[in-house]
C-alpha cells in the first residue's frame, strides 16, 4: 500500500517536504509572514505560494482523498486559506484560479515588498 510519503514524492511535490506536516508547516508559515507583515519581495511571495498549489495536488488526489488523515489536513488548510484571504486585495477579477496563481497584494506589507510592489511597471 502507498504511504502518504510515497504520494508526496509521487506528486513531485519539492523534496524538502517529506509529510503532511512539513506541508502544513510551511503555509502556515507563509501565513503568518504575511500577518505579521511580509518584508520579503513579491519574487519571495510567489515562491513561498508555490506550497498552497503542491497541497493542492494532494487534495484533489483520489488516493489521498480515501484517507483518514485527509478531512483533518483538509480542514487545516482550509482555516489557513481563509486567514490568508482576509491579507490580501486582488487585482484582477479571475475567479477561475485559484487564489494563491491571482493578482493580489498584501495589506500588511513590509518595506521589501513595498518597494518590490513599487517597483513593478
Known amino acids: 500500500m502507498m504511504s502518504i510519503e510515497d504520494l508526496i ?4 511535490i519539492r523534496s524538502n517536504f517529506k509529510s503532511l506536516k512539513d506541508l ?4 502556515e508559515d507563509v501565513v503568518i509572514e504575511c500577518q505579521n507583515e511580509y518584508n520579503q519581495n513579491t519574487f519571495e ?6 506550497v498552497r ?6 487534495l484533489n488526489n483520489e488516493f489521498f482523498i ?6 483533518p489536513f483538509y480542514s487545516k488548510v482550509c482555516e489557513l486559506d481563509n486567514s490568508f484571504l482576509k491579507l490580501i486585495i486582488f487585482l484582477d477579477e479571475d475567479n ?5 496563481e491571482r493578482k493580489f497584494i ?3 506589507a513590509g518595506e521589501n515588498y513595498k518597494c518590490s510592489i513599487s517597483n513593478i511597471k
Open 9 to 12: 514524492k509521487n506528486l513531485n
Open 24 to 27: 502544513l508547516d510551511s503555509w
Open 45 to 50: 511571495l510567489d515562491y513561498d505560494l508555490i
Open 53 to 58: 498549489g503542491e497541497i493542492q495536488l494532494l
Open 66 to 71: 480515501s484517507q483518514d488523515t485527509y478531512q
Open 96 to 100: 477561475e484560479k485559484p487564489f494563491w
Open 106 to 108: 498584501l495589506k500588511n
